[in-house]
């Protein structure tokens, strides 16, 4: 059996990352760097270069060095929220099942990752290819990290065959009347841009409100930008993904699916149809997340924000997004922010490298119907579409429903032997360079 012993000790160390450069605790990454060096001293005897605050870029020398690879994970994780089934640092295994932030997001990819390359360096192999391997530490606020190592590579003049980072996983319960686990590896990612929607008034006491006020005014911005969506269209990967699909599908998810993807505008509908989930894959998203306004329930507030995230659909733009807000809110008194942005990441290419990846997730569950798919989420992925045209973002463990559901959220965890799945599957990808 594979041996755990590294996994939990990393899970155990609370490496939360920040937008506050204040509430980072450094100590806490450092002794996840101290605990990777003792577990994993053969992949330290490669050549590390440290990145940013405490991002790790190592590079294994491969027989030929045209074609490098670049496997990518991030050290940092999400802070702790409401209630846990066992301590969300606490790696406990129970019943074969391993729980703790973490575990799926992203340290499980990332250990195993580096136990494989272990494994491998004990038994004398030597790669075809070059292989780095990229963990970032502040992923999940910034992406600095990724971005310090794509300019670190560009310094080096590699240009990677293909990277691959966290994404689509071997999704159990992934579309209704499909038994089967979907295998899902994501060739693009949606965008990200944040905006900050403010409404400015005189204030006063909460006796004498005048007609549509900060708050009221907001209010009625949010209700128009929820109520008129943008355009949906079904992108290729999503068509792509639903024709693999159609043919493990049960009657008449099965009959519906075949008609779709020969028809993407009715599939567009059927997916509109189908719950949010199934909408967000055809469409830019926008999520109202934060709310400011009076700091009494007595006083009329002056100010009144709410803050937007909104996901932009490959074939939208940030450009349009904006557009899309001044027009739909329709009101010069609803001052727009934009906060951050990023593009939509370009589509990777269907060819030998995703073949590569789709052979290995093959054999290693062959259970599973492999394909491409759009991921809903950001990932470091997207700052090394600079240097690579093949991106893709997959994590090789296999994941319920409801353990999908608890990344970011509480009670994440992953079973033991969907954690020693991933690790034969990252050998086995390297094996075959």
Not at 50 to 67: D, N, Y
Not at 308 to 322: P, W
Request: charged share 20%.
């Amino acid at each position: 059996m594979t041996s755990l012993e590294a996994f939990r000790e990393l899970l155990r160390i609370p490496t939360v990352s920040s937008r506050d450069a204040s509430e980072w605790d450094h100590a806490a990454f450092d002794a996840f760097h101290d605990a990777l060096r003792r577990h994993f001293p053969l992949l330290h005897a490669l050549e590390l270069t440290r990145i940013g605050s405490h991002g790790l870029l190592f590079r294994w020398p491969g027989s030929a060095a045209e074609k490098p690879v670049v496997l990518m994970a991030h050290i940092d994780v999400v802070p702790v929220d409401g209630e846990w089934r066992h301590p969300p640092f606490g790696a406990v295994v129970e019943d074969g099942v391993i729980w703790g932030r973490g575990t799926l997001d992203c340290k499980g990819s990332l250990t195993a990752i580096c136990q494989a390359v272990e494994g491998l360096l004990a038994d004398g192999f030597t790669p075809a290819q070059d292989v780095w391997l990229s963990f970032g530490c502040d992923e999940e606020v910034t992406g600095e990290a990724a971005r310090l190592a794509v300019e670190e590579l560009q310094k080096r003049d590699v240009t990677p065959w293909f990277v691959l980072d966290e994404g689509g996983a071997v999704a159990y319960d992934a579309f209704p009347g499909v038994p089967k686990p979907m295998a899902v590896i994501g060739v693009t990612e949606k965008g990200v841009t944040s905006l900050e929607l403010r409404v400015d008034g005189s204030g006063g006491h909460a006796s004498t409100p005048a007609p549509l006020g900060p708050t009221a005014r907001l209010a009625r911005a949010i209700t128009r930008l929820d109520r008129t969506p943008m355009r949906a269209s079904a992108p290729d990967a999503t068509v792509e993904l639903l024709r693999r699909a159609a043919p493990h599908a049960e009657p008449p998810i099965r009959y519906a699916l075949s008609v779709g993807v020969r028809n993407r505008a009715l599939l567009t509908r059927l997916l509109l149809a189908a719950g949010p989930e199934a909408a967000a894959m055809v469409r830019t998203t926008f999520a109202v997340t934060t709310l400011s306004g009076s700091p009494a329930l007595n006083v009329i507030a002056s100010t009144a924000t709410a803050g937007v995230n909104v996901r932009i659909l490959v074939g939208d733009s940030v450009d349009g997004v904006i557009r899309h807000v001044r027009r739909v809110i329709k009101d010069p008194q609803v001052q727009i922010r934009v906060l951050s942005t990023t593009e939509p990441s370009p589509s990777s290419p269907l060819d030998d490298a995703f073949a590569l990846l789709a052979t290995v997730t093959e054999e290693q569950f062959p259970e599973a119907v492999t394909s491409p798919y759009v991921m809903m989420a950001a990932t470091d992925a997207r700052h090394f579409t600079r240097i690579c045209e093949r991106v893709y973002r997959f994590t090789p463990f296999e994941m319920t429903k409801t353990q999908r559901e608890s990344i970011h959220a509480n009670d994440e965890n992953i079973t033991i032997a969907a954690y020693e799945k991933g690790v034969a599957w990252y050998g086995a990808l390297i094996a075959r360079l």
